[in-house]
């Protein structure tokens, strides 16, 4: 028998598998118990998992597996039936629950699946919310660079700083190699390079305006990209081995230029947008992006806000220079118009004061002579130097009224006047005229037309003898019609005078009068003219009659101050006129009818009256109107005294003179001798009646001499028979005011 040098194995094979199987069993065992610990734990903590039963369900499942593999260690050897029925129980539950669970998952995966696509579907619509934020994150970035460029661009009102800081604050923001602005020359077919980036002194080449690229670029609003090639890009050096960067131009609105005519831009443009043209480095991948092209366009329409502010401002500081250039030529213009009425006020003054002087010699010493004995030859030759003094006379006073009128400082002197007695004076003054041409005068007053009215006496007689003396001026044959009746509501509506349209009430009415004559007549084409100073529409007829070619004039003006309207129509040469005019006139109340202020009536030639042993002192410094007025108070019989100077007056009078006729000019000599002879005599009754004597027709004068407590006011040149007349008002009324 042969020795063997092998060991013998521990356990034979079949035992050692068994013993593998044991340990395996053991451990998966453990694992079944571990995992269920571990799903209760999930459970726990898990508090929105949908599925808990199942995982109860999964559990069972695992422990009763777990059962079977612990219960299986027992099964190796030799077991009881007790053992064999326990193992066989374990494998029917671990049968039944496996085959559950897997029913179940059946329906659970289709809801794990539904659940992977919302996850994925979330997962999506993160990234987008992503993607959106980030483009929110864009825009805003964009706006701060818009508010910021908006900002350097609109801090300044210069339309070259606004160019230039556009061009530096893109090319900052955007990082760019070159910008560049293009604008239209005065002709309106080329773009002229204008501003740059990068170059200090742009060589202001020009390309023509109709070329394609920039025709596709002023058709659109938005930015668009173009050919690095192009004529408008051709603005940088060659890249060498680099590409060009891309290129994009954007139109800029400009203006209606031709409504601002700013200094170097054209005056009327075909094309009302410049150019704007911006590149990329040449050394980069860039490209442009959404929100840089947006930027672009934002600012180009900002710049054009700011240049139509720019525009509109330059266009107001020419304005406004323009404006005080023309004030300061309308304040010089002002002054001097204004020294000149001064000047030309002053000067009437002195002439009319000057001129009424030697008018006063001539109308009183020829009124003088025309009452001594006379042969027929001497009282006509008497009577035509009073005829031409007192025309003279009414020339100054024309040309005196007519500056005031100018001037606007001409009132109306409204009082109660007899406005009858208005007329009889009128025809009273006319007659002479009418008696040498033979002339028949027919006057019909309206039963209506009140005696007594509120008005500027003096204006309306002067109105009425101007266009009554026309009349009869260029009248040869015929007759002469005047009617004056109260103007009726209807009769306002006067398609001739359609302008005029006046108000009925009860305190006033309106005097409608008319003056007809069979005269020359006129065109009625030259009927305007008539009412032009110093227009004459019939140089032939008016040379013949004589005249200044200022009465209608200034009762145009005298009407339209009493709210009136005058015209005149005729039809034709050799026809006659029609002049008529509508004034308004006051009523006055009826307690006053029968009491109606003092009104002069100075009387006509009449010899009989006698003022023998009336003691007058006159006090004049200019010895010819002294000598004058003495020699018309020593013809009316009176006991004259005459005084040269202001204290031999005050020297002179006594109570035993009744009146004191002074000079007053515009010096205060006279205003202060009637104040010291109002001192002088306390009692009123033993005080003279003391009148100015006086050339100036200034309403100043009128005022200055009531307030110095003067009885009156008689305007130069004076006849006898104003003088006459003078004296009665006088001693009857013991005050006298002559309308000025």
């Known amino acids: 028998m042969e020795l063997c040098n092998c060991i013998d194995p521990q356990w034979p094979a079949e035992e050692l598998l068994m013993r593998y199987q044991y340990i395996s069993d053991f451990f998966i065992a453990l694992a079944y118990f571990s995992i269920p610990l571990e799903l209760i734990y999930f459970v726990k903590k898990s508090a929105v998992f949908p599925y808990k039963w199942v995982l109860v369900q999964f559990g069972a499942f695992i422990v009763l597996c777990g059962a079977t593999h612990l219960i299986s260690l027992w099964t190796f050897t030799t077991h009881t039936r007790t053992v064999a029925m326990v193992m066989t129980t374990a494998k029917v539950f671990t049968a039944v629950v496996s085959c559950a669970t897997a029913l179940m998952l059946v329906h659970i995966i289709p809801d794990l699946l539904s659940v992977k696509t919302r996850e994925l579907f979330l997962k999506n619509k993160a990234a987008e919310l992503d993607r959106e934020m980030g483009r929110i994150r864009t825009q805003e970035e964009t706006g701060r660079h818009v508010r910021m460029l908006t900002h350097e661009i609109r801090s300044t009102l210069d339309r070259h700083t606004i160019l230039k800081t556009t061009l530096i604050e893109l090319g900052r923001t955007l990082d760019l190699e070159e910008c560049a602005l293009w604008m239209p020359t005065r002709t309106g077919l080329e773009l002229q390079l204008s501003y740059t980036l990068r170059q200090q002194n742009p060589v202001g080449y020009t390309v023509p305006i109709h070329l394609p690229v920039i025709n596709q670029v002023f058709s659109s609003n938005r930015a668009v990209k173009v050919s690095p090639n192009s004529p408008v890009a051709r603005l940088r050096p060659h890249a060498g081995k680099f590409l060009s960067g891309e290129v994009v131009a954007v139109r800029v609105p400009l203006l209606h230029l031709s409504n601002f005519q700013i200094y170097d831009w054209p005056e009327v443009s075909t094309r009302n947008y410049a150019l704007m043209v911006l590149m990329l480095p040449s050394d980069s991948a860039r490209q442009w992006h959404a929100h840089e092209l947006e930027l672009v366009e934002v600012v180009a329409d900002q710049v054009a806000v700011a240049l139509s502010h720019a525009a509109i401002l330059e266009e107001s500081m020419r304005a406004r220079d323009l404006l005080m250039e023309q004030n300061v030529a309308l304040d010089l213009a002002r002054r001097e118009a204004e020294t000149a009425i001064c000047a030309r006020n002053d000067f009437l003054a002195v002439m009319n004061h000057e001129m009424r002087t030697p008018m006063h010699a001539i109308i009183a010493l020829s009124s003088l002579l025309q009452e001594t004995e006379l042969t027929a030859e001497q009282r006509l030759m008497v009577e035509t130097i009073l005829k031409s003094s007192n025309l003279l006379s009414t020339l100054i006073n024309d040309v005196l009224d007519l500056s005031r009128l100018e001037d606007g400082n001409l009132q109306l002197d409204a009082s109660i006047f007899n406005l009858h007695d208005v007329f009889r004076e009128v025809i009273s003054l006319i007659k002479p005229v009418l008696s040498v041409k033979k002339l028949p005068l027919s006057v019909h007053l309206s039963p209506d037309l009140p005696v007594y009215a509120i008005g500027d006496e003096k204006r309306l007689m002067q109105t009425i003898l101007n266009v009554v003396g026309n009349a009869v001026k260029f009248s040869k044959e015929g007759s002469i019609c005047i009617t004056a009746v109260v103007a009726k509501p209807e009769s306002f509506r006067d398609d001739r005078v359609p302008e ?7 305190d006033h009415f309106y005097l409608r009068v008319q003056v007809k004559d069979s005269g020359s007549g006129i065109n009625p084409q030259d009927i305007p003219n008539l009412f032009t100073k110093f227009a004459q529409s019939q140089p032939l007829a008016t040379r013949n009659a004589g005249g200044s070619g200022l009465g209608l004039a200034i009762c145009k003006r005298f009407v339209n101050l ?42 006509g030639n009449n010899g009989l009256t006698d003022f023998a042993g009336l003691k007058v002192l ?5 010895g010819v109107s002294r000598t004058v007025t003495k020699g018309l108070l020593v013809h009316l019989g009176c006991d004259i005294a005459t005084a040269s100077s202001s204290e031999e007056c005050l020297r002179i009078v006594s109570h035993e003179h009744k009146v004191v006729f002074m000079d007053v000019c515009t010096s205060m000599d006279g205003y202060e ?8 005599f306390k009692k009123r009754q033993d005080r003279p009646l003391i009148v100015a004597l006086t050339g100036n027709t200034n309403k100043l004068v009128k005022e200055n001499c009531m307030r110095v407590g003067m009885d009156g006011l008689i305007l130069k040149p004076v006849s006898v028979d104003k003088m006459r007349g003078v004296l009665l008002e006088l001693l009857e009324h013991r005050v006298l005011f002559e309308t000025v």
């Open 500 to 506: 005029f349209l006046p108000v009925p009430s009860d």
């Open 562 to 603: 009493m709210g009136g309207q005058i015209w005149i129509e005729s039809e034709g040469i050799g026809k006659g006129c029609t002049a008529t005019f509508i004034v308004k006139l006051g009523i006055p109340d009826r307690k006053n009818e029968s009491k109606p202020p003092f009104v002069p009536k100075l009387p």
């Open 618 to 622: 006159v006090m004049d410094d200019n």
């Open 673 to 680: 001798v009637a104040m010291r002879i109002n001192e002088k």
